[in-house]
Nanobody, 121 residues
Framework: QVQLVESGGGLVQAGGSLRLSCTVS????????MGWYRQAPGKQRDFVAV???????NYAGSVKGRFTISRDNSKYTVYLQMNSLKPEDTAVYYC???????????????WGQGTQVTVSS
């Protein structure tokens, strides 16, 4: 079975930094786009950043210049470097990947369990 596991969340003061990681495991043929989303209490899940298999990136306007997404294809891992954190960045962060399994004809989306990021003022 395909599984995504996030790590690196925690509590940090405003202006601090965190680095999130997400590693994919299982019977995988290929991984296309990988990205990060976040959801604050009582709010919808919002897009944060995405990176394609070729390394092209896109960011939500609220995190441009502060967050950097990257990936290591040999390790099936995507990272989110979060700098200059603000209290409004507080949310559960979810890893997302577009994956084709060994027995799959088409890709499907997989989600991690989420990791809590809390930024204090």
């Amino acid at each position: 079975q395909v599984q995504l596991v996030e790590s690196g969340g925690g509590l940090v003061q405003a202006g601090g930094s965190l680095r999130l990681s997400c590693t994919v495991s299982g019977s995988i043929r290929s991984i296309d786009a990988m990205g990060w989303y976040r959801q604050a209490p009582g709010k919808q899940r919002d897009f944060v950043a995405v990176i394609t298999s070729s390394g092209r990136t896109n960011y939500a306007g609220s995190v441009k210049g502060r967050f950097t997404i990257s990936r290591d294809n040999s390790k099936y891992t995507v990272y989110l470097q979060m700098n200059s954190l603000k209290p409004e960045d507080t949310a559960v962060y979810y890893c997302n990947a577009e994956i084709r399994g060994i027995v799959d004809i088409s890709t499907r989306d997989y989600w991690g369990q989420g990791t809590q990021v809390t930024v204090s003022s």
